[in-house]
């Protein structure tokens, strides 16, 4: 089955550690993306890429980073310097030109907790 | 640049009865208006989406409805189900642009049995 998988579910972090969250895509989309989830808020776009070797800061970039070195590969790194990191996080995939036209297809999401 | 306000954040329903969301937008240059359905657990689906030129739509129980002078779309579900309980997100963006979409801030829909 094609889909959007993220891992791990459930991420524990000391204050300082940078951490990766791994999203893969089966689904042959150009496009991916991730987002922050956090309650009442909304979901906040950190960064998107709509092809590899090349990616967007979204609204929220600071303290977070990327990579797109493969087609079906979008890892999120939360650094440091991420001030809150605690939060939900949701990876996508669009076929170009969306989703401003169509259908963003989203993970199941990572929950990270910093302690 | 865009901002989409969601009410309510929060809405009980009994079976069978209609639940409707609101959002407003304020970019008068937004011509589509998606919504997203997220169950507990999971990553958001879309479940409909219009775009400016009409201002109606409808898939069987849901229905969406845009009124461009006001700025305002709504989602609409009749004969709600327990299975409708989630978290609703409406969204705005600009066909064509590069601008993404702007999500609101999402209604947690509760269809009490």
């Known amino acids: 089955d094609g889909g959007i998988t993220q891992s791990p579910k459930y991420l524990f972090r000391k204050e300082g550690q940078n951490v990766t969250l791994s999203c893969e895509q089966n689904l042959n989309h150009d496009a991916m993306y991730w987002y922050r989830q956090d309650p009442g808020q909304g979901l906040r776009l950190i960064y998107y890429?709509?092809?590899?070797?090349?990616?967007q800061k979204g609204d929220i970039a600071e303290g977070y980073s990327v990579s797109r070195e493969k087609k079906e590969s979008f890892p999120l790194t939360v650094t440091s310097a991420q001030k809150n990191p605690t939060a939900f996080y949701l990876c996508a995939s669009s076929v170009l030109g969306a989703p401003n036209t169509g259908e963003l297809f989203f993970g199941e999401g990572s929950r990270l907790t910093v302690l | 640049g865009e901002n989409v306000e969601q009410h309510p954040s929060t809405l009980s329903v009994q079976e069978g009865d209609s639940a409707v969301i609101k959002c407003t937008y304020s970019?008068?240059?937004?011509?589509?208006f998606p919504w997203y359905k997220q169950e507990l657990g999971k990553g958001p689906q879309l479940i409909i989406d219009i775009r400016s030129n009409v201002g109606e739509k409808k898939d069987q129980r849901i229905a969406v409805t845009l009124n461009k002078t006001a700025k305002h779309f709504s989602l609409h579900i009749t004969e709600t189900q327990p299975e409708d309980s989630a978290v609703y997100f409406c969204?705005?963006?600009?066909?064509?642009?590069?601008?993404?979409?702007?999500f609101g801030s999402g209604t947690q829909l509760t269809v009490l049995p």
């Open positions: 890429s709509q092809i590899v070797n090349d990616f």
């Open positions: 970019d008068s240059a937004s011509n589509y």
């Open positions: 969204a705005a963006s600009i066909v064509g642009s590069a601008r993404q979409l702007t």
